[in-house]
């Protein structure tokens, strides 16, 4: 679980992340902070991508469209919950296996505010690798208002408890 360990006299080092053994089925772990999004970010997130939809980066043409404005390209939505999780769910993972289900159920606009959850949906002890395990987690990203903007389920292989690859204390 998330909290630290001694690493000399006096001297601490915050921990992050879980062993298969810490994730139960029908845990919700809540992401936080939330983040808000720029339209320097969309924009940049966008032309990274090399998505060139006007809907992402022409305030003009978005003004005709039935959301009246730039909506944010739904990839970097999907890339800022993944990365919300991290600390909560892959922190300690071997590999993302896989995502289903990615659903981008409402629109984000610039200034709006993100704020994720995963809820652990099942774990199973991987049959090829005897020291991992596989979780499987639902992410749901809400705005600001409550509202439900995306949702995935992705496969996670995590270690077992002792068997993560640890910071290495004497690089810093």
């Given amino acids: 679980m998330q909290g630290f360990k001694q690493v000399g006299e006096k001297r601490f080092r915050e921990t992050f992340g879980r062993s298969f053994e810490d994730f139960g089925v029908g845990d919700v772990y809540e992401h936080r902070p939330g983040k808000t999004i720029t339209e320097f970010e969309n924009h940049q997130f966008t032309l990274m ?7 992402h980066f022409d305030a003009e043409f978005a003004a005709g469209s039935e959301f009246g404005r730039n909506i944010v390209v739904s990839p970097y939505t999907l ?55 596989i979780v499987t987690v639902r992410t749901t990203g809400r ?5 439900i903007v995306c949702s995935f389920v992705r496969n996670i292989l995590v270690p077992f408890a002792g068997h993560a690859v640890e910071d290495n204390s004497a690089m810093y």
């Fill in 143 to 147: 705005n600001q208002h409550g509202k």
């Fill in 79 to 133: 890339a800022l919950l993944i990365g919300m999780s991290v600390t909560d769910v892959s922190y300690k993972a071997i590999a993302n296996l896989g995502m289903e289900e990615v659903r981008f159920s409402a629109p984000v606009f610039a200034g709006d505010t993100i704020y994720g959850e995963s809820e652990v949906l099942g774990k199973r002890a991987s049959a090829s690798r005897p020291q991992q395990g």
């Fill in 49 to 55: 991508t090399m998505n060139n939809h006007p809907m």
